[in-house]
């Protein structure tokens, strides 16, 4: 059984970081193999994706909104993802999901909160 647990969300102030972890459990596949992404949902919004490193080549992608503040890892020997967040705004806030995808196999945690606030 797959399992994707998230974990180092919380509560923070503007301007502060986090980092969050994603790990991956029960895979088929060498975890190397699999896409791995972080997406976000707000309370009344669409799960947006945050940043993506993909399986092959390790080519990181990130949404505009990110980009410069976010920074996307992951430790394969550890089946880990990571996602540290610097310079967090209210508009970070939101629950952040860990995917995982290997061609038509795909995985989802079950969320972390991250909480921006003063």
């Known amino acids: 059984q797959v399992q994707l647990v998230e974990s180092g969300g919380g509560l923070v102030q503007p301007g502060g970081s986090l980092r969050l972890s994603c790990a991956a459990s029960g895979l088929t596949f060498a975890f190397g193999f699999y896409a791995m992404s972080w997406y976000r949902q707000a309370p009344g919004t669409e799960r947006e994706l945050v940043a993506i490193s993909t399986s092959a080549g390790g080519i990181t992608k990130y949404a505009d909104s990110v980009k410069g503040r976010f920074t996307i890892s992951r430790d394969n020997a550890k089946n880990t993802v990571y996602l540290q967040m610097n310079s967090l705004k209210s508009e970070d806030t939101a629950v952040y999901y860990c995917?995982?995808?290997?061609?038509?196999?795909?995985?989802w945690g079950q969320g972390t909160q991250v909480t921006v606030s003063s």
């Open positions: 995917y995982a995808q290997e061609y038509k196999n795909e995985f």
